[in-house]
């Protein structure tokens, strides 16, 4: 059974941080891009940040600078730290593995609340 689960969310003030984790189970991630989405309310879900299994990364326009992605594979675990945090940056935030070979496989993690108010 495949399972990633996030971790890290929470409340945070404007200009503040928060480091989240996702922790996979059942897949070996070194095989896929590892990515992470949000959804805030009312919205669609939307690419925050990816990286390939070679350490590419990629990151949503609105989060470059402020934003840093990285994979520890010996761990199975992806991170996404968030610096300088706006209030826009809420919402649930899913860690997301993906693989293309002659079939395309997903995973997703349920997901962690991130709020950022004053």
């Known amino acids: 059974q495949v399972q990633l689960v996030e971790s890290g969310g929470g409340l945070v003030q404007p200009g503040g941080s928060l480091r989240l984790s996702c922790a996979a189970s059942?897949?070996?991630?070194?095989?896929?891009?590892m990515g992470w989405y949000r959804q805030a309310p009312g919205k669609q879900r939307e690419l925050v940040a990816s990286i390939t299994n070679n350490g590419v990364t990629n990151y949503g326009d609105s989060v470059k600078g402020r934003f840093t992605i990285s994979r520890d594979n010996a761990k199975n675990t992806v991170s996404l730290q968030m610096n300088s945090l706006k209030p826009e940056d809420t919402g649930v935030y899913y860690c997301?593995?993906?693989?293309?070979?002659?079939?395309?496989?997903?995973?997703w993690g349920q997901g962690t609340q991130v709020i950022v108010s004053s």
């Open positions: 997301n593995a993906d693989r293309r070979t002659i079939i395309r496989t997903t995973y």
């Open positions: 059942g897949i070996t991630l070194s095989f896929y891009t």
